[in-house]
């Protein structure tokens, strides 16, 4: 028999994130020394003491089915983080937990877009952002930052892309993939236009906040112009080392946290139970493990942007948050090597793993085609390595 697929899948892309994985696997398995850079996930693992705790929930019984918008003892941890963190009130039937923040995201575009709405998303963005909205119909209205604008997008630009379509702007503060960081100040202008679209909801993607280097995270749900129709959304896979763990929250207005809650009970139902207990824990546990990673990461940080300084054809700014380099690469398209030539970001990206067998993710995925995104989310050891690969493919270029 002849399978047919649906449009939808066919027209959907692939994660470029999760497909550079792959490749990286695969020359991987044919003994290459492969170094990769392309996923964007902790290396360390989670605290003991949440597991610890996951271990406790489990012999305790908590094996069992959850409610679908999370175990009340999770949703008051997270009520009582936005308050401690955020400065933000919200009750408990405005959180509902999913299966990772992604989950969340999918939710609220399938509770609120039709065919025909627009969502501003500020560019670059993370790679699944645009794939949601594309699943409901809905268009992608994509606002272009670049290095030299340390990747954020201007209040103009966010005034002149809104219309009467418009149904919410989604974008995440710490950035991925640029590791940009929005201030108060620069949140504050994007309220005040939005005061003048009653209509247009935010999507804030939170999911980097505890990794900032200097300053504090802000999140835009504290202005008053705006914060009764911001959805945050949060979770525990960067902050806390718990990506396997698949544990995102929202906190939105109670009409569309019904709703998401609603769609999810058809999709998945809740999470899983003992995962959401040791979150519980997590949250509201004192402890250094955060700073201790987040300190980390900044020594990462620091490190590459010295050793990648000078490297041709790369345009770099300094990020503040998550654990990404998006280098500008642009001025490398039209060069070759080994008979190869590089046009694009995805060629750059391959090219970089075939002859130097180092992993990154290309940026046209990210809403950016001149750049790559380089995740420092390992050693030491295998990031000075992996500079001096990046510099010697940079150097033979021709």
């Known amino acids: 028999m002849q399978i047919r697929l649906s449009n939808t899948v066919n027209n959907l892309v692939e994660s470029a994130t999760i497909k550079m994985a792959q490749m990286a696997r695969d020359f991987k398995s044919k003994g290459h020394d492969v ?4 996923l964007g996930e902790p290396d360390f693992d989670t605290p003991g003491f949440i597991i610890d705790a996951a271990h406790e929930a489990m012999k305790s019984g908590y094996t069992h089915y959850t409610p679908v918008p999370g175990l009340v003892e999770f949703r008051e941890a997270i009520v009582k983080k936005l308050k401690r963190d955020n400065n933000l009130d919200y009750d408990i039937n405005q959180i509902v937990v999913s299966n990772g923040a992604k989950q969340c995201i999918y939710n609220i575009a399938q509770a609120l877009l039709d065919k025909g ?9 993370w790679v699944s952002y645009s794939a949601i909205v594309e699943l409901t119909g809905a268009k992608v ?9 340390d990747y954020k997008v201007t209040a103009d630009q966010l005034k002149n892309a809104l219309s009467d379509k418009t149904k919410f702007i989604l974008f995440s503060s710490p950035c ?31 999911i ?15 202005f ?25 929250y929202m906190a939105a207005p109670l009409p569309i946290a019904k709703a998401c809650a609603k769609i999810q009970g058809q999709v998945t139902s809740g999470a899983t139970s003992f995962g959401q207990k040791a979150a519980a824990i997590a949250l509201l546990t004192e402890s250094n493990e955060k700073a201790k990673m987040k300190a980390i990461f900044k020594n990462r940080r620091d490190l590459m942007l010295e050793l990648m300084n000078g490297i041709p054809h790369m345009l770099l700014n300094i990020p503040n948050g998550a654990f990404y380099l998006f280098p500008d690469v642009s001025s490398a398209y039209g060069k070759s090597l080994n008979g190869k030539s590089i046009n694009n970001s995805q060629d750059l990206a391959e090219a970089l793993l075939s002859e ?17 995104r380089i995740s420092y989310a390992t050693s030491e050891n295998q990031l000075i390595e992996a500079a001096k690969r990046i510099r010697r493919f940079f150097e033979k270029l021709k």
């Open 208 to 222: 980097y906040e505890y990794i900032v280097f200097e300053g504090e995270h802000q999140s835009i749900a504290q």
């Open 35 to 38: 170094i990769s850079l392309s």
């Open 356 to 372: 130097e067998f180092v992993a990154t993710v290309a940026g046209a995925s990210f809403g950016n085609d001149n750049c790559i």
């Open 224 to 248: 008053e112009q705006v914060k009764h129709r911001t959805i945050v959304v949060n979770g525990m896979s960067k902050g806390f080392a718990m990506t396997g763990w698949r544990l995102g």
């Open 117 to 125: 709405d627009e969502v501003v998303i500020f560019a670059p963005y």
């Open 176 to 206: 991925n993939p640029t590791g940009s960081v929005y201030t108060k100040e620069e949140l504050g202008t994007f309220a005040k236009i939005l005061e003048g679209y009653p209509d247009v909801l935010v999507v804030s993607d939170e």
């Open 141 to 149: 209205i994509g606002l272009n930052s670049e290095v030299q604008d």
